[in-house]
């Protein structure tokens, strides 16, 4: 063996013994439970009915992937896909859709190459779900009689219906 090999591996070898506690083991992360995720479709979906809207209502976890999806009676094919993009959307950047889309929509905005992205969309009715600043998924809602502001209300609305399970 090499010296150099054999100065690596003493470097490999002393990092691992030198590893704090804390980084060792198994990792434990908050995430959306499939109670979770029925409540919030729930939720949104009783809010919207107060409007007599036939919505699409989605949910992600916290790695990004849908986690539940529902289309109303009357809801539009391309409302399934505006609910997971807007999901998406709060999700990853960790705040509502709009302020997203507000942030990167500005003349000269630095990071408006992130509306570029194939699953975000710079649309209201996403809403993030948070355990404290932590976000663990995210809920969007398209269809609402209301609009944007509309589909927001809604998505709120689900995020509402968990507050319990998000403490």
Do not use: Y
Request: hydrophobic share 40%; glycine share 12%; net charge positive.
């Amino acid at each position: 063996m090499s010296q150099k090999m054999i100065l690596a591996s003493a470097c490999l070898v002393s990092l691992a013994v030198s590893a704090p506690a804390h980084a060792q083991g198994v990792l434990t992360q908050h995430d959306v439970s499939q109670e979770m995720g029925l409540k919030i479709l729930a939720g949104a979906v009783a809010e919207c009915k107060k409007t007599n809207s036939s919505i699409a209502v989605a949910v992600v976890n916290r790695s990004g992937k849908l986690f539940a999806l529902v289309a109303g009676d009357k809801s539009q094919p391309h409302n399934l896909e505006l609910a997971q993009r807007k999901a998406f959307t709060a999700f990853d950047f960790k705040r509502p859709s709009i302020e997203w889309a507000e942030r990167t929509g500005r003349p000269g905005a630095e990071n408006s190459a992130q509306r570029m992205l194939e699953r975000v969309i710079p649309a209201r009715g996403g809403v993030p779900i948070q355990i404290g600043e932590e976000t663990i998924g995210g809920v969007g809602v398209s269809g609402s009689s209301g609009g944007g502001e509309g589909d927001e209300n809604c998505a709120k609305a689900g995020v509402a219906a968990v507050a319990e399970l998000l403490k």
